[in-house]
């Protein structure tokens, strides 16, 4: 039996282990957890709202290679993303995260019919407010309340 640390490929996709960390493997972040210069890149694509889902690619391979039921998270703010990627198989659920930190019912409202995209801006201030009091909170969100209140 390959062990948990052992090199692998999924479908040509080389691994350097059995713990999928895509930060690291994407050499988005170093070994000690800081970000590097293409982490830093791509926070500023995802915060100018591109591209949607990019996790798709490897989610496609890992689906076509695995054969099991599928849950893709990252970027995924559109409705029509979300539906696609259900509808072409890319996978079979979608978890958008940092949307749902952002507006907690938005699963409903898109059920209810209002399809806009996500109002999460993609800033990563979510991960910068937990605290004992309030939990995990959009920071772009709670700025505009505190606003609205002065």
Same mark, same amino acid.
Request: charged letters at 25%; hydrophobic letters at 40%.
């Given at each position: 039996?390959? !062990?948990?640390?052992?090199?692998?490929?999924?479908? !040509?996709?080389?691994?350097?282990?059995?713990?999928?960390?895509? &930060?690291?493997?994407?050499?988005?972040? /170093?070994?000690?957890?800081?970000?590097?210069? &293409?982490? =830093?890149?791509?926070?500023?694509?995802?915060?100018? #709202?591109? %591209?949607?889902?990019? +996790? =798709?690619?490897?989610?496609?391979? *890992?689906?076509?290679?695995? #054969?099991? %039921?599928?849950?893709?998270? !990252? #970027?995924?703010?559109?409705?029509?993303?979300?539906?696609?990627?259900?509808? =072409? #198989?890319? @996978?079979?659920?979608?978890?958008?995260?940092?949307?749902?930190?952002?507006? %907690?019912?938005?699963? =409903?409202?898109?059920?209810? !019919?209002?399809? /806009?995209?996500?109002? +999460?801006?993609?800033?990563?201030?979510? *991960?910068? @407010? %937990?605290?004992?009091?309030?939990?995990? *909170?959009?920071?772009?969100? &709670?700025?505009? &309340?505190?606003?609205? +209140?002065?």
């Amino acid at each position: 039996m390959p !062990g948990l640390f052992e090199p692998t490929t999924i479908n !040509g996709m080389a691994l350097k282990n059995r713990f999928v960390r895509s &930060a690291t493997w994407e050499g988005m972040a /170093a070994d000690g957890g800081t970000s590097t210069p &293409a982490l =830093e890149a791509m926070m500023a694509e995802l915060a100018a #709202g591109e %591209p949607e889902a990019y +996790c =798709e690619a490897a989610a496609r391979r *890992f689906k076509e290679t695995m #054969g099991i %039921p599928l849950v893709l998270v !990252g #970027g995924i703010r559109a409705f029509e993303t979300a539906e696609r990627l259900v509808a =072409e #198989g890319a @996978t079979d659920y979608v978890a958008p995260s940092r949307p749902l930190i952002r507006e %907690p019912r938005l699963i =409903e409202r898109w059920q209810a !019919g209002d399809t /806009a995209p996500a109002r +999460c801006v993609r800033d990563n201030g979510c *991960f910068d @407010t %937990p605290d004992e009091v309030h939990g995990l *909170f959009c920071a772009v969100a &709670a700025r505009k &309340a505190r606003r609205a +209140c002065e």
